[in-house]
C-alpha cells in the first residue's frame, strides 16, 4: 500500500484518496494526487527554548509556571506534556495540547522544552 502525504494545510495524517484527489477528513481540504511532489518543506520550524526542533506527536516539558486565563492555579515548571500538535502561530501560540488538569491549551515554544 503507498504511504500518502500528511495534509498541507492542517498536517493530519489521516489522509485518504478519491479518484486523483487526496483528501483530509480533518480540515476537508482537497488536492491533486499529482501535484504532491511540490516541495513541502516547513520554512516555518518551531524551536524550543533550547533551540531543538519541535515536530507532531512529541513530549514536551513546561520550563516555567504558565498562569491559565480563568484557572486560579497555574501550569506548574516541569509538567510534561505528551503528544503536541504544532500550528501556525496566527494566535501568538505555536503548539496546541492537552494538559493534564487543565484540558486543550496553545502554548508557546519559547517556554518548553523537548523531552
Not at 524550543?48 to 526542533?53: A, C, E, H, P
Not at 493534564?100 to 517556554?111: P, R, V
Request: hydrophobic share 30%; charged share 30%.
Amino acid at each position: 500500500m503507498r504511504q500518502l502525504p500528511p495534509c498541507p494545510k492542517c498536517k493530519s495524517e489521516y489522509v485518504y484518496e478519491s479518484d486523483n484527489l487526496l483528501i483530509c477528513p480533518e480540515c476537508f481540504y482537497e488536492w491533486n494526487a499529482e501535484d504532491e511532489a511540490i516541495e513541502t518543506t516547513n520554512t516555518n520550524e518551531v524551536i524550543d527554548s533550547n533551540g531543538n526542533v519541535l515536530s507532531n506527536g512529541d513530549t514536551i516539558v513546561i520550563i516555567k509556571d504558565l498562569p491559565v486565563k480563568g484557572y486560579q492555579k497555574a501550569v506548574k515548571t516541569g509538567t510534561k506534556v505528551k503528544n503536541i500538535r504544532l500550528t501556525d502561530g496566527s494566535d501568538g501560540h505555536n503548539i496546541d495540547c492537552k494538559v493534564e488538569g487543565f484540558g486543550a491549551l496553545g502554548l508557546k515554544s519559547e517556554f518548553v522544552r523537548k523531552a
